[in-house]
């Protein structure tokens, strides 16, 4: 169950130049580490590399890759319009082809009809020896940022995209936001730590959730919340990388120095997001830089003092910041008071 307003309010504060979300003491954002202890999907790999294809080699592929007749696959992408399938006919389908029906119903239960899955990502399951090879994470997660910078459009009224990730996210790294009833059956040692907390109501309506990210400060949120978690799924210098990520034709910039108290560091002023994503790479050069993470990594330089509380801040950061960035997002008839966050009582002291 998505929490709606609790994505509302986050969704407000995402920059896409930036891809990350400003709040009062800072950035934070949805990193490769997150998703790796939170999916369990492999963030080190090839990107998924693809363009659109035509209704007829949908067709094609329906028929090859699920096993369809040729009347069954025109209905499909008759019913969709396009080089699509629904979830519902997929779901049709595997019951049909598989023995364990009552697991897949548990799986699918929650998928509607009307939902649609391109045909194109049937290619990368045509050699199923080769799938692992995938960063499945980048993929998730560069839809993740893509869909946000969609919904800041000024012409967009909602936003799609792995919003059970992000929520997810925020359950870990935020206290008071959301759910935090955790399910009993939950493993450390065996499920990702999305799993981990029950999606019940939160704060409610998203201006609630607007006031309290207002008035937050550092001794509300977790930086890095997957300490016992460590030992199922280790850290991965791939999600020191800074550059493009894409899926597809779709590529977002991924910026780990700019929340680097989420990597146990001391935050400092981060360089401009095109000198780590020029603007003029395309699609293979991005691609051939992600297969060489390590040599675009942040280095021991730019990564800086580790942190001993993970949110720490150089000297002149929070100037600098609320000097680029606008946090608040205050709303003209408030129904609750928001206390002065502690930034602005720093500020005033220093200009004193």
């Given at each position: 169950?998505?929490?709606?307003?609790?994505?509302?309010?986050?969704?407000?504060?995402?920059?896409?130049?930036?891809?990350?979300?400003?709040?009062?003491?800072?950035?934070?954002?949805?990193?490769?580490?997150?998703?790796?202890?939170?999916?369990?999907?492999?963030?080190?790999?090839?990107?998924?590399?693809?363009?659109?294809?035509?209704?007829?080699?949908?067709?094609?592929?329906?028929?090859?890759?699920?096993?369809?007749?040729?009347?069954?696959?025109?209905?499909?992408?008759?019913?969709?319009?396009?080089?699509?399938?629904?979830?519902?006919?997929?779901?049709?389908?595997?019951?049909?082809?598989?023995?364990?029906?009552?697991?897949?119903?548990?799986?699918?239960?929650?998928?509607?009809?009307?939902?649609?899955?391109?045909?194109?990502?049937?290619?990368?399951?045509?050699?199923?020896?080769?799938?692992?090879?995938?960063?499945?994470?980048?993929?998730?997660?560069?839809?993740?940022?893509?869909?946000?910078?969609?919904?800041?459009?000024?012409?967009?009224?909602?936003?799609?995209?792995?919003?059970?990730?992000?929520?997810?996210?925020?359950?870990?790294?935020?206290?008071?936001?959301?759910?935090?009833?955790?399910?009993?059956?939950?493993?450390?040692?065996?499920?990702?730590?999305?799993?981990?907390?029950?999606?019940?109501?939160?704060?409610?309506?998203?201006?609630?959730?607007?006031?309290?990210?207002?008035?937050?400060?550092?001794?509300?949120?977790?930086?890095?919340?997957?300490?016992?978690?460590?030992?199922?799924?280790?850290?991965?210098?791939?999600?020191?990388?800074?550059?493009?990520?894409?899926?597809?034709?779709?590529?977002?910039?991924?910026?780990?120095?700019?929340?680097?108290?989420?990597?146990?560091?001391?935050?400092?002023?981060?360089?401009?997001?095109v000198e780590s994503a020029p603007p003029d790479l395309n699609l293979a050069e991005i691609s051939n830089r992600f297969q060489r993470a390590l040599d675009y990594a942040l280095t021991p330089e730019k990564l800086g003092q580790c942190a001993v509380h993970c949110v720490e801040a150089e000297g002149g950061y929070i100037e600098w910041f609320y000097h680029h960035?606008?946090?608040?997002?205050?709303?003209?008839?408030?129904?609750?008071?928001?206390?002065?966050?502690?930034?602005?009582?720093?500020?005033?002291?220093?200009?004193?």
């Amino acid at each position: 169950m998505i929490d709606h307003g609790l994505i509302c309010a986050f969704v407000e504060r995402w920059h896409e130049e930036t891809s990350s979300f400003h709040l009062p003491f800072g950035e934070m954002t949805v990193t490769l580490d997150d998703v790796a202890y939170l999916l369990h999907l492999p963030i080190d790999g090839m990107f998924l590399s693809h363009g659109f294809i035509s209704r007829d080699q949908a067709m094609e592929w329906i028929e090859l890759y699920l096993g369809s007749d040729p009347v069954d696959a025109l209905l499909e992408v008759t019913k969709t319009k396009g080089a699509y399938c629904r979830f519902g006919y997929l779901q049709r389908i595997f019951k049909d082809r598989l023995k364990e029906q009552l697991a897949l119903d548990i799986e699918y239960g929650g998928v509607t009809e009307e939902n649609v899955v391109d045909v194109v990502y049937h290619m990368y399951f045509r050699d199923l020896d080769l799938v692992a090879g995938y960063s499945w994470g980048a993929a998730a997660l560069a839809h993740l940022y893509r869909e946000l910078n969609n919904a800041t459009r000024w012409n967009c009224s909602q936003v799609a995209g792995y919003l059970t990730l992000l929520q997810a996210w925020v359950y870990q790294h935020f206290q008071g936001m959301g759910s935090k009833d955790a399910w009993v059956g939950y493993w450390e040692d065996w499920y990702p730590r999305a799993m981990l907390f029950l999606p019940l109501s939160g704060l409610g309506t998203p201006d609630n959730y607007i006031n309290h990210l207002d008035a937050l400060d550092l001794t509300r949120v977790v930086m890095a919340p997957y300490g016992e978690h460590c030992a199922t799924s280790q850290f991965e210098r791939v999600s020191l990388y800074s550059g493009w990520i894409r899926y597809g034709d779709r590529m977002v910039r991924y910026l780990p120095e700019r929340v680097l108290r989420q990597f146990g560091r001391v935050q400092t002023i981060p360089r401009h997001p095109v000198e780590s994503a020029p603007p003029d790479l395309n699609l293979a050069e991005i691609s051939n830089r992600f297969q060489r993470a390590l040599d675009y990594a942040l280095t021991p330089e730019k990564l800086g003092q580790c942190a001993v509380h993970c949110v720490e801040a150089e000297g002149g950061y929070i100037e600098w910041f609320y000097h680029h960035s606008h946090p608040h997002m205050i709303l003209p008839d408030m129904p609750v008071q928001v206390s002065r966050p502690l930034e602005h009582e720093v500020l005033d002291a220093r200009a004193a």
